[in-house]
């Protein structure tokens, strides 16, 4: 069985993490989620995958290169021309990339599995076409419940007594939703299906395809599929997968580095006092990674690679990206910092150059300029004469 995966689009609801880096690449612990995917597609057996790219395609193709190392063969449809400003990303929608690839070489010549770039999943495979060849139909989606009051996120269907679809809902309103199964983004799809997709447009799955079908009364089924899927198509999302893996309530999921003391895990070369640093469990640290005495991290959280925690720095439930500096005065509760940006669990973001704190967060390979000294001192002064009137006022 061969195998697609779709990579193509902005990421726009996990903006500005996105900015930098597609969707796919975003990482869980530091592995791209992507990867996850590959490995589970390669452990069912499937070798051949094309991946259409397009927001940031360089990333992607040059992490994962022609996918040797994974032990798959990839391949990569890009979407977009050059310019002489460098690549114009130009997606040409799920279906549509999917049609694009056929259509240069037919590459899918017998039953073919699509899967969504942005989600860890550990779906029997194997399963799922056994059952998508027993029905018969020339498109099969694996389907979940979720609770009622999020089917507004997803593709949501109405299956008949042979499961198969009847309705398919892109994003409804709650109470307008025909049932709480949504589309996992997991497709299995039969040669025949490119009848149903125009050549040359940009042309969606969910929003074209998939009516398309249900109206052509196609054989077209739905499967109910218990597995675990850990969506990331949202900084919330983003917030919640990676506080799950910590936390071991992604199982199977394999945690990074060494466990040095009870749920907490590390790469190698890091430099912790710790003697003098207090953590609270679970918390990942990134390999060559300083953590200074004096500095307080309380879990769920995850420190990257390359980062300088400074004495007196306190860090509460947060993820930290590589080559980041936290100052010594800086507190931070709940937030995700990425870059150059110190983003909320909601997705609120500020922005640290144009606050100018960088003397509280910053890229740990920046020099402080005279100015950020400056305002450093300065705080520090004011913290300190603070300090020193509040047990007065206290008391009084």
Not at 200 to 205: A, K, L
């Amino acid at each position: 069985m061969k195998a697609m995966i779709l990579a193509a689009g902005k990421g726009t609801r996990v903006r500005p993490i996105t900015n930098e880096m597609p969707k796919p690449m975003i990482p869980i612990l530091r592995k791209p989620v992507m990867e996850s995917i590959v490995e589970l597609l390669r452990t069912h057996g499937v070798e051949d995958i094309v991946v259409n790219t397009s927001h940031l395609a360089p990333v992607i193709e040059n992490y994962f290169r022609d996918g040797h190392q994974l032990g798959v063969h990839l391949a990569y449809s890009y979407e977009g021309y050059m310019t002489e400003e460098g690549l114009e990303g130009k997606a040409l929608g799920s279906a549509g990339g999917m049609k694009r690839i056929q259509a240069f070489s037919g590459f899918f010549d017998e039953t073919f599995i699509v899967l969504c770039g942005d989600a860890w999943i550990d779906l029997d495979l194997s399963e799922a076409l056994r059952q998508h060849r027993e029905m018969g139909g020339v498109a099969t989606i694996i389907l979940q419940e979720v609770p009622h009051a999020e089917v507004h996120k997803y593709g949501v269907v109405k299956l008949d007594d042979r499961q198969r679809i009847v309705q398919f809902q892109e994003k409804p309103k709650p109470e307008e939703a025909v049932s709480n199964l949504i589309n996992t983004g997991i497709y299995l799809f039969e040669p025949e299906i490119f009848d149903y997709i125009p050549a040359g447009v940009e042309y969606d799955i969910g929003s074209q395809l998939f009516p398309a079908l249900v109206a052509a009364g196609e054989e077209f089924f739905g499967i109910k599929m218990d597995f675990q899927w850990v969506d990331i198509g949202s900084v919330p999302d983003v917030w919640a997968a990676t506080r799950k893996a910590l936390q071991g309530g992604i199982h199977g999921f394999p945690m990074p580095g060494k466990e040095v003391r009870p749920g907490v895990w590390t790469g190698i070369n890091v430099s912790v006092n710790w003697e003098r640093v207090k953590i609270a469990p679970p918390v990942y640290i990134g390999s060559s990674t300083r953590i200074e005495a004096g500095s307080k991290i309380t879990g769920p959280c995850m420190i990257g690679a390359n980062c300088l925690i400074e004495s007196g720095a306190e860090i509460r439930e947060c993820l930290i990206s590589d080559y980041t500096r936290i100052g010594g005065m800086a507190t931070l509760d709940h937030k995700l910092i990425f870059g150059g940006d110190c983003i909320s669990p909601d997705g609120d973001v500020l922005n640290v150059s144009d606050t100018q704190i960088r003397w509280l967060v910053d890229d740990r390979r920046r020099l402080l300029n005279p100015r950020d000294i400056h305002d450093m001192m300065l705080f520090s002064n004011m913290h300190s004469f603070y300090s020193e009137l509040l047990p007065e006022t206290e008391t009084a």
